[in-house]
């Protein structure tokens, strides 16, 4: 019998990846969101806020976190900065990904497959390397600007978020890995029948 399988789940940002592993848990399926483990350590994990206020300053802490506006300013305008922020951030994310699919090893639905939610996967080769299977979630980008404004977000800070994650989602950064494209347009009971025979599978 094969192990416990293990799915990321990505898709930039609009296209529908948080709706599906929503749909996943209701399911009874165990999903890890990669984006609230990294605002956890930020908030619980000391030694990497002690690493983050070393390179950064202590003004890019929060008792709750980070500063959210320091970083954006940051990074949106210095490409090396947001690689020196990932470089400290992604080992730690790395070994909570590593204790999620470990959890619970020896419980006997161990078979079913467990979940990790990320936007950007490809930028952190040591967990793709942990995963099975790849499900990319996917939208037009018309209708992914479209669902961020009718989420409140400023048409310019959309826009720009959207030009900053494109390519991440391309097949040529995943190889050796089988992928599955989960096509989000068309509603809530297509992605629901789409997430369902692949869960048959």
């Known amino acids: 019998m094969k192990g416990m399988k293990k799915i990321g789940i990505t898709g930039t940002i609009g296209a529908g990846k948080s709706l599906a592993s929503s749909l996943l848990r209701e399911r009874g399926h165990d999903v890890l969101d990669a984006d609230s483990q990294v605002h956890e350590l930020y908030r619980n994990c000391k030694e990497l806020r002690a690493e983050l206020s070393a390179a950064f300053g202590q003004e890019c802490l929060t008792e709750e976190g980070v500063n959210r506006k320091f970083f954006a300013g940051l990074i949106f305008g210095d490409a090396n900065a947001r690689k020196r922020l990932e470089g400290i951030v992604y080992p730690y994310l790395t070994q909570a990904v590593r204790d999620f699919f470990d959890g619970n090893s020896g419980d006997t639905a161990s078979a ?4 990790l939610e990320a936007a950007i996967l490809s930028r952190v080769p040591e967990i793709v390397g942990m995963l099975d299977e790849i499900w990319v979630v996917d939208a037009p980008e018309a209708t992914r600007l479209q669902r961020l404004i009718a989420r409140g977000m400023d048409a310019e800070d959309a826009k720009r978020r959207i030009l900053d994650q494109a390519g991440v989602c391309d097949i040529a ?17 297509n992605l629901e029948q789409q997430l369902d025979s692949l869960l048959a599978e």
Do not use: A, S, V
């Open 112 to 115: 079913k497959p467990r979940f």
């Open 173 to 189: 950064l995943f190889p050796g890995k089988n992928l599955r494209t989960i096509e989000n347009k068309e509603g809530i009971q």
